[in-house]
């Protein structure tokens, strides 16, 4: 039976999530084959049981060979390394660098799914291509040159460049008008007396 290469599409036949499969990988409950694959069977035998790496002790390893199998790395196909954390430990970096690296492209997998330790050695040396910036064309008008300001002001003319001259004089006519509106007051208030007055009179007539 073939084996299936991505452990998302282990997670979906056995109706996993993905985060699941992850955990049982580094808890060494599973293991991938050694072709790099995954084997659904033993995955699940492995969820449900013994841990593969013990079942691996046993069966691949001599009586004798025991007690040094469990710290000893897991080579397939002659060379590399299975376990991104071992990898981790043997280079002296944390698995999330790692992890981080292989994701910009620094370092990556043999063809066997597994990890040459001298190459991503190589690899973490080397820095990641650094993203393309925008072109500065596309910048707002803010990021202009003083240039581009001193002409904006030579190309402003009439009223707008004496705006302090235009908000003086209306500033100046609302208060003539404040001070008009006072003053006829005591007009209005004589003229609503005047009108009370000679409403009253008029009721008082009409009696």
């Known amino acids: 039976m073939s084996?299936?290469?991505?452990?998302?599409?282990?997670a979906r036949r056995l109706g996993l999530s993905h985060t699941a499969i992850q955990n049982a990988e580094?808890?060494?409950?599973i293991a991938r084959e050694d072709?790099?694959?995954w084997d659904v069977e033993n995955v699940q035998r492995g969820l449900s049981g013994k841990p593969a790496r013990e079942r691996r002790v046993k069966t691949d390893v001599a009586p004798d060979q025991t007690g040094a199998a469990d710290d000893a790395p897991r080579p397939v196909g002659g060379s590399g390394i299975a376990s991104t954390r071992e990898l981790a430990r043997r280079l002296g970096?944390?698995?999330?660098?790692l992890q981080k690296a292989e994701r910009s492209?620094?370092?990556?997998?043999?063809?066997n799914g597994r990890w040459?330790?001298?190459?991503?050695?190589?690899?973490?040396?080397?820095r990641a291509t650094p993203a393309q910036r925008a072109p500065h064309g596309s910048r707002g008008p803010w990021a202009k040159p003083a240039q581009y300001f001193s002409k904006l002001d030579t190309d402003i003319i009439g009223p707008v460049r004496n705006i302090h001259t235009e908000l003086e004089a209306a500033r100046?006519?609302?208060q003539r008008a404040a001070e008009q509106i006072a003053a006829l007051d005591p007009e209005i208030l004589r003229l609503e007396r005047a009108?009370?007055?000679a409403i009253a009179a008029q009721e008082r007539g009409s009696e």
Do not use: N, Q
């Open 195 to 197: 009108c009370d007055a």
């Open 3 to 10: 084996g299936v290469t991505s452990a998302r599409e282990v």
């Open 26 to 29: 580094r808890a060494g409950r």
């Open 35 to 37: 072709d790099g694959t």
């Open 172 to 174: 100046r006519a609302l």
């Open 105 to 111: 492209g620094r370092i990556a997998r043999e063809p």
């Open 116 to 126: 040459d330790v001298e190459k991503v050695s190589a690899g973490l040396k080397t």
């Open 93 to 97: 970096c944390s698995h999330t660098s």
